[in-house]
């Protein structure tokens, strides 16, 4: 079982990556928050599933330890393979599953693309009670400057970008934004958009 990759990034797809190891390169499926943050040539460590076909071998990769959680539990649903899982990772955040299960709430399922009502249906079902390990709460590396820079985080975190990708880019803008900017939430925003990327923004909609 190849559990964890340390490598450098050697080409990036929408979805994917290829990560050199030794000289060899891994081919990992990695969500998009993942693969958007990602260039060649950068250094990434990638916890790990391998899921093991008769007509093939493909891992998947993830930042932290609580999405490769997460994914394993999604897979043991019924009707939930690794391509559908990785979308859910790639559509909603760790806490977001976990708040979504533990309301029993399937609607955020359903909304991704590839997962029918009964398996949405499924998944809240299944993994009720089983995600009470996975932590709900923002993770220490979250801005503690005050409640606007907190507001920017939640803000690109709903657009899809992961908690921490979110949280060090705000934080960074905080630092360097003037005081008026630090105040404003529609300020901060659009520098941090800015620093993420200009493509990413007009997809967003500035």
Do not use: C, Y
Not at 145 to 152: H, I, L, R, S
């Amino acid at each position: 079982m190849i559990s964890s990759l340390h490598g450098a990034v050697a080409h990036v797809a929408d979805d994917s990556l290829v990560v050199v190891v030794g000289g060899v390169g891994f081919s990992v499926a990695v969500t998009a928050q993942t693969a958007r943050v990602l260039h060649v040539g950068d250094d990434v460590h990638l916890h790990t599933n391998l899921i093991v076909r008769e007509d093939a071998l493909s891992l998947f990769g993830f930042d932290t330890r609580e999405e490769l959680t997460v994914f394993t539990q999604l897979i043991s649903v019924t009707g939930v393979g690794p391509k559908s899982a990785l979308g859910v990772l790639s559509s909603l955040t760790v806490p977001q599953i976990a708040q979504a299960v533990a309301d029993d709430d399937d609607a955020p399922f359903r909304r991704v693309s590839g997962i029918g009502p009964k398996t949405a249906k499924l998944i809240v079902v299944q993994l009720a009670g089983k995600l009470a390990v996975v932590p709900a709460a923002a993770p220490a590396a979250l801005p503690t400057q005050g409640e606007v820079p907190m507001q920017v985080t939640q803000a690109l975190i709903g657009l899809g970008w992961n908690e921490r990708t979110a949280a060090e880019a705000v934080a960074s803008v905080t630092e360097n934004a003037s005081e008026a900017d630090r105040a404003s939430v529609q300020s901060l925003l659009r520098l941090t958009l800015a620093l993420l990327g200009p493509a990413r923004k007009e997809t967003v909609g500035g």
